[in-house]
């Protein structure tokens, strides 16, 4: 049975599952949906081309799938896309992507805190928890289960790794490798994220191999690139060989380490063994 208060206005094209739950003058726009179980909170908007999960709760004044705070948007028609069991608590407020048919995405069992702010184009896995008044810029990745503290302001484009853990207040203008600790203005790494990688049952094997990884990156004095190559021995472990991954692709550089020369370092390993690099894309 869906509950809607006589004060919430839902379009008529809106798609609401069964037990759903809409709160005193909630707004649910064209061209919705919203999953089995949700509840809408009072005076929270879905807007349009927005698509809720299952069991989600959607806490007052929340506003999810708004208009792009980007001045390239034109009004083409793009999509927000939240899933299963998330939590997002009050004035939390999701934008749909800028681009035709372009998507902003929030995975699964999430939680967000008051005051977040997801920009246009970003990704959020599962099991993530942003704390209060953490704001994302446009197209930033959040990998699974990695946990933001409250007011962190992450650049555009950036990305944080899965399980990794930033620390309150911190300023992310670079990537943050996978399952590891950073704080602070400029960001410092400090190690792996030692115990929520306990807490994800990971082997104490796989924990030290990450820390053996830390030190590679931060405590070694090798570049990129020499640093990748010490770790294949450890790429036996698919934690490990995900980091590699991550830090192959990135393109600001890792928390901690300047983007420069670790783009040089790329791009002579590319030039030296094209071959090697066509078959890893």
């Known amino acids: 049975m869906i509950d809607i208060h006589a004060t919430a206005v839902i379009h008529p094209s809106a798609k609401l599952g069964e037990g759903v739950q809409v709160g005193p003058y909630a707004v649910i726009g064209a061209h919705s949906q919203v999953g089995d179980g949700t509840s809408i909170g009072s005076h929270a908007v879905i807007e349009p081309f927005t698509s809720i999960g299952r069991d989600c709760q959607i806490f007052p004044h929340a506003v999810i799938g708004g208009v792009p705070q980007d001045l390239k948007y034109a009004g083409e028609e793009s999509i927000t896309l939240v899933g299963d069991r998330n939590v997002i608590r009050e004035f939390v407020t999701v934008n749909r992507a800028t681009g035709e048919g372009e998507v902003t995405r929030i995975g699964d069992d999430n939680l967000l805190m008051a005051y977040v702010h997801v920009a246009h184009n970003c990704i959020v896995g599962s099991g993530v928890v942003l704390a209060n008044n953490v704001t994302l810029a446009g ?3 959040i990998q699974d289960f990695a946990t933001v503290g409250g007011l962190v302001g992450i650049h555009q484009f950036c990305r944080v790794g899965a399980m990794a853990m930033v620390g309150a207040m911190t300023r992310i203008v670079q990537d943050v490798p996978p399952y590891m600790t950073v704080e602070g203005s400029p960001a410092k790494a400090f190690g792996p994220n030692t115990i929520g990688l306990r807490r994800r049952g990971l082997s104490l094997e796989t924990r030290n191999a990450i820390k053996q990884a830390y030190r590679l990156l931060y405590r070694s004095g090798l ?7 010490e770790m294949e021995t450890l790429a036996h472990l698919p934690e490990i060989r995900h ?8 393109e600001r ?14 791009s002579q390993a590319a030039d030296q063994n ?7 894309a």
């Open 139 to 141: 197209h930033v990745e």
């Open 223 to 229: 570049n990129l690139t020499q640093a990748l190559a």
């Open 243 to 250: 980091l590699m991954a991550f830090a192959r692709a990135t």
């Open 253 to 266: 550089g890792f928390v901690g380490r300047t983007a420069k020369s670790q783009a040089t370092a790329l």
């Open 274 to 280: 094209p071959a090697a690099d066509e078959e890893e």
